[in-house]
């Protein structure tokens, strides 16, 4: 693809030489003359000046006195995520259901849906036009899934789940098991019956081997847009906003509210009923105990979790005493 026709598609400014072909995106030190990269930070712009990308993708205030072929975008990550797209274009299964899989009678299918080896669809389920189930997936009585979903390899989606439109599960995700609910009956634990449901919300992601777990009564429930990484626990009846970004290992105890567009790091511990605002931020590694509330846009961190800037000042006091005991010695 040329570059001026790649500039045009992605709605910015090109300099240099528009007619240079661009086969495919590579990172800055592995690119060739037909491969485009893109520039970020001051660190990556260093780095350009050694590359042989045949294109640059690059901030506004890029210093470009080498006079190299670029494109300019104001956000040249997301301008670099739409040249991938386009210059790598997802494949997907071809449409058709596979020989071996196991469909329900009653169960509606809708038109160019794909479903591989050794799938099983359950009574009642409806498929939403253009999605792809992988193979080995077991789909639960009742389910429903929307279009353009694409659902890999060996997920699991209990009974009476729903699910939007372009989502897209990971290999091993688990959606609907039963929460974590017990009672102590008679110095024994009992089974409280968990009978609520899961929703996903439209182009919702959901990293491999990540579990939602059905609510005791009434949903759990997932926004528009948010994104869960690899090996996320969310448990029973919680509530999760729009575009809310959670980093891998974090575990979210029962009954957890987080806000629109939030963000959390890898290996946060939340505890039960634990309320987390809208732009609030958690740092990797951090816990929130029961209850707690954090406030919208604040930024947590540490173990319990407090605001940045508590933590910061109380590891340079842990800091300074270990250097004055080491001194002493």
């Known amino acids: 693809m040329l570059v001026q026709d790649l500039a045009e598609w992605l709605e910015a400014h090109w300099e240099g030489d528009g007619r240079v072909e661009v086969r495919r995106v590579a990172s800055l030190e592995e690119a060739g ?22 294109c640059l993708i690059v901030p506004p205030d890029f210093s470009n006195d080498a006079q190299r072929t670029v494109i300019r975008a104001a956000d040249p990550r997301a301008a670099i995520a739409g040249a991938i797209s386009k210059l790598h274009p997802a494949t997907r299964p071809a449409p058709g259901i596979h020989p071996s899989a196991v469909i329900a009678a009653d169960a509606s299918i809708g038109e160019g849906v794909s479903i591989g080896p050794l799938a099983s669809v359950g009574a009642g389920v409806k498929i939403g036009p253009g ?7 077991a789909i639960g009585e009742r389910v429903e899934i929307g279009a353009r ?27 609907g098991a039963d929460g974590f609910g017990f009672v102590l ?7 409280f019956p968990q009978i609520g449901r899961v929703e996903i919300a439209d182009r919702v992601e959901i990293g491999a081997n990540s579990c939602v777990d059905r609510a005791a009564l009434g949903v759990t429930s997932i926004g528009e847009g948010s994104k869960l990484d690899n090996m996320v626990h969310v448990g029973h009846n919680c509530c999760i906003g729009r575009h ?8 979210f105890s029962g009954g957890v509210t987080v806000g629109d567009y939030a963000i959390i790091g890898g290996q946060v ?17 951090s816990g ?9 846009g604040e930024v947590m961190w540490g173990t319990p979790a407090r605001p940045l800037k508590e933590y910061l000042e109380q590891l340079a006091v842990l800091a300074r005493m270990a250097k004055r005991k080491k001194g002493r010695e």
């Open 244 to 251: 809310v970004v959670v980093a891998a290992q974090t575990g």
């Open 131 to 137: 999605t792809s189930i992988g193979a080995g997936c």
């Open 33 to 54: 003359p037909g491969d485009i990269s893109f520039v970020s930070h001051k660190r990556a712009a260093k780095l350009a000046l050694e590359s042989r990308a045949g």
């Open 288 to 296: 929130v105990l029961t209850s707690k509330i954090v406030r919208a």
């Open 149 to 175: 979903c694409l659902v890999h390899a060996h997920v699991t989606i209990y009974p009476d789940v729903r699910i939007g439109d372009e989502v897209i599960l990971h290999s091993g995700c688990v959606l």
């Open 269 to 285: 511990g939340i505890g039960d009923k634990v309320r987390i605002e809208p732009q609030a931020v958690l740092g990797s590694g």
């Open 185 to 191: 009956d008679g110095g024994a634990y009992k089974k």
